[in-house]
């Protein structure tokens, strides 16, 4: 079976801070695809980042990194420098190699970051 | 570009009753995903219509049901509510095409109906 594990549930910061969100995956599949998405007090998911099976390499995107270790069944995220509009709940999730786009999330991580 | 809408943004229901939210996907778009979010079970996928067919569906009773048009509109549906059906339910909609795996597709998701069920 597939399945996402967020064990951090909240995270408390302070502006300037880098945190990291772990975020650990499971499936038998060889093909998949892993997201990050962010979903602010609004309500609405916001996508942030895509990463299938086959890329290993890391990625940057101004303040935010993906560090994707196959090795260790992880896909962290990192924001470097963090501000008080990065306070949202961040969701891992992932998604196998077939017709179809069933999302299996992971329970979230509530990030708060105070100025 | 229109981002998905949903409608209505808020509904109170009591048990035993029905209801039918609507989804409008993003012009273009012919996958339409829907989720429930609840604080114990998070996020969890209900189904997915494609081209007016149920593609995929989640782990959910039968009382859960959904359709699409021929315009993508989607509409999911709740008979005989219970308490535990309260949650903010997300639909998403992706340029998934029919041919071939389409799970890497960005989701686009709307900003959700909160249901209340009394």
């Known amino acids: 079976a597939q399945k996402v594990t967020q064990a951090q549930t909240e995270i408390s910061v302070v502006e300037k801070e880098d945190v990291t969100l772990d975020c650990v995956y499971e499936t038998r599949d060889t093909t998949y695809y892993l997201f990050w998405y962010k979903q602010p007090p609004s309500g609405e998911l916001v996508f942030l980042i895509r990463r299938n099976s086959f890329d290993e390499q890391n990625e940057i995107s101004g303040r935010y990194s993906w560090n994707f270790q196959k090795s260790t069944s992880s896909f962290n995220f990192t924001i470097t420098a963090s501000q008080v509009v990065d306070s949202a709940v961040y969701f891992c999730a992932l998604t196998l190699n077939q017709a179809g786009t069933a999302l299996i999330f992971g329970k979230g991580t509530t990030l708060s970051v105070s100025s | 570009k229109a981002g998905v809408t949903q409608t209505p943004r808020y509904l109170i229901k009591t048990r035993g009753q029905q209801v039918t939210l609507s989804c409008s996907p993003i012009s273009g778009h012919r996958s339409v995903s829907w989720y429930q979010q609840t604080p114990g079970q998070g996020l969890q996928f209900l189904f997915e219509?494609?081209?007016?067919?149920?593609?995929n569906k989640g782990n959910f009773p039968g009382r859960f049901s959904g359709r699409q048009f021929s315009n993508s509109r989607s509409e999911m549906n709740v008979s005989t509510l219970e308490l535990g059906d309260s949650a903010l339910y997300l639909c998403?909609?992706?340029?998934?095409?029919?041919?071939?795996?389409?799970?890497?597709?960005?989701?686009?998701f709307g900003p959700g109906t909160r249901l209340t069920v009394l």
């Open positions: 998403a909609s992706s340029l998934a095409q029919s041919a071939g795996a389409s799970s890497y597709n960005e989701q686009f």
């Open positions: 219509y494609f081209s007016e067919t149920q593609r």
